[in-house]
Nanobody, 114 residues
């Protein structure tokens, strides 16, 4: 069964940075695109970013463009979301997912607050 394990969340002040990691296993990681999705308290799911299987194409939601950077290491089966200039509006549970498959991780909480 596909396994996705997120880590790196936490409490950070506005303007700060965090790097989220997603460890993938039990599938051919290098053959699949990956995404991050988030859910803020009391709100629906919001797509954040997408990276293709080779790691040479990335896309971002307008709300995070220019602040977040998505990358992957196919040799390590890892995906990384570098989040800079964090804002309180970025507070959410962040999920790593394999697009169009229904596979999600358990999520990691990011809280941006002073």
């Amino acid at each position: 069964e596909v396994q996705l394990v997120e880590s790196g969340g936490g409490l950070v002040q506005p303007g700060g940075s965090l790097r989220l990691s997603c460890a993938a296993s039990r599938f051919t990681f290098s053959s699949y695109a990956m995404s991050w999705v988030r859910q803020a308290p009391g709100k629906g799911l919001e797509w954040v970013s997408y990276i293709n299987s080779a790691g040479d194409s990335t896309y971002y939601a307008d709300s995070v463009k220019g602040r977040f950077t998505l990358s992957r290491d196919n040799a390590k089966n890892m995906v990384y979301l570098q989040m800079n200039s964090l804002e309180p509006e970025d507070t959410a549970v962040y999920y790593c997912s394999v697009p169009w498959t229904g596979y999600w991780g358990q999520g990691t909480q990011v809280t941006v607050s002073s």
